[in-house]
């Protein structure tokens, strides 16, 4: 379902337009924010846009959120569920959306090979400190997604036989397959997402462009199985000033339930979002 993005988008990943990762660290080492694979010429925009309309970050004035450089390394321990039956790795991915201050705000399960990966990355998720994202140096809100890579502790794996072929294979087809994962927008029934609650955001008076042109970015988020708006991420927004504006507003979107043969998904979306000027009588104060 998900494929390596070409050399084209490499200035757009890094300006962090994609934020989780399927290649997972070891467990002996602190995962770095990574690219996910998603395909962005089938992700919508919406709008007329296309990701041609917009300006992104340089590199250098973008800082992904992370972990501190003084935390301890990433181990999280293996399942015992997954010890009890003979499972000999697995995989997992963790959204966490940080405020300003780098203190989280939300925690989504991504993706896992099994439930119980999942949710011990989770918790250890809970657990951990965070640096915020930064823009031209100023913290702002942001999403940060990390993986991992489980291994049983050496000497206490007890993998049948049937396992053994089966982690054999797997190790052919390029590692364990995901049985929960992120999908398109165009997979789903109806071919889109339906916004049934959405808010525009407001933008500040000094940040109103002298030619009074609109004032758009580009936002990525999740939709859960429920249509609520999940790790909402400011992508092209040049000014620090303009992505919380744009991520309170986002955070109130809803959607209707999100399906792919009437089973509620996760779904990875894009949108572009226009700003609206302040009341004139708000100007004022």
Not at 204 to 222: E, G, H
Not at 253 to 275: D, G, H, N, Q, S
């Amino acid at each position: 379902m998900f494929q390596t993005m070409s050399r084209a988008l490499l200035i757009l990943l890094a300006a962090g337009v994609i934020a989780t990762a399927l290649a997972a660290p070891t467990p002996d080492s602190v995962p770095a924010p990574e690219e996910d694979t998603l395909q962005l010429p089938d992700m919508k925009v919406g709008g007329g846009a296309t990701l041609k309309d917009f300006a992104f970050p340089t590199k250098d004035a973008v800082t992904a959120p992370s972990f501190p450089a003084n935390d301890p390394l990433l181990k999280v321990q293996y399942p015992g569920t997954a010890l009890f039956e003979g499972v000999a790795t697995g995989r997992a991915t963790v959204g966490v959306l940080l405020d300003q201050a780098g203190r989280p705000l939300d925690f989504l399960l991504i993706r896992y090979t099994q439930p119980y990966f999942g949710q011990a990355l989770l918790e250890e998720a809970k657990d951990r400190d965070y640096t915020p994202k930064r823009l031209k140096g100023v913290a702002v809100p942001g999403a940060f997604t990390f993986s991992y890579h489980f291994e049983p502790p050496e000497g206490l794996t007890n993998i049948s036989s049937f396992d053994a072929v089966g982690r054999r294979l797997e190790e052919v087809q390029g590692g364990a397959g995901f049985v929960y994962e992120p999908h398109r927008e165009a997979e789903l029934d109806g071919g889109q997402l339906e916004l049934i609650q959405v808010k525009i955001p407001v933008l500040p008076a000094r940040l109103v462009p002298p030619d009074k042109r609109p004032v758009r970015v580009l936002v990525s988020f999740y939709v859960d199985e429920q249509g609520r708006v999940r790790l909402p991420e400011v992508e092209s927004a040049l000014a620090p000033d303009l992505v919380a504006h744009a991520l309170q507003a986002l955070q109130q979107w809803a959607f209707k339930p999100p399906t792919i043969k009437a089973k509620p998904v996760l779904v990875r979306a894009m949108r572009a979002v226009t700003f609206r000027e302040a009341p004139a009588a708000a100007k004022g104060r």
